[in-house]
């Protein structure tokens, strides 16, 4: 089945669907009052995001730290963001990054 990369004018999700009309029925159905903006077929059947695009420069397990601020926080970002400001010492810049990305680990 491929792999779909689907746009709407809030959110890009990444699934399988049999078609791009299935693809299509997969954003109405989680998203119903979104327009989507894009569709496209992936050319390979996984998704890959580069950790150095997202300032990942050091190998290695995702921050414990983000990770435990965002458990703190039940999910919420940007109480997650000031929890990793206040533990780290970090500017708001840094702390986005820690967290934001760690939320795109699944964290």
């Keep these: 089945m491929p792999l ?3 746009e709407t004018n ?3 999700m990444i699934g399988w669907a049999d078609s791009q009309e299935g693809a299509k029925a997969i954003a109405r159905e989680h998203y119903p009052t979104e327009e989507i903006t894009r569709i496209t077929k992936r050319p390979r059947d996984i998704w890959v995001i580069s950790k150095r695009l997202l300032g990942i420069e050091t190998p290695g397990e995702p921050c414990d730290i983000a990770r435990e601020c965002l458990s703190k926080a039940s999910g919420d970002k ?3 963001i000031r929890l990793y400001m206040h533990e780290t010492g970090s500017d708001l810049h840094q702390a986005q990054k820690a967290v934001e ?3 795109s680990l699944g964290w």
């Design 4 to 6: 779909y990369e689907i």
């Design 10 to 12: 809030a959110h890009i």
């Design 78 to 80: 940007l109480h997650a």
């Design 101 to 103: 990305t760690n939320m």
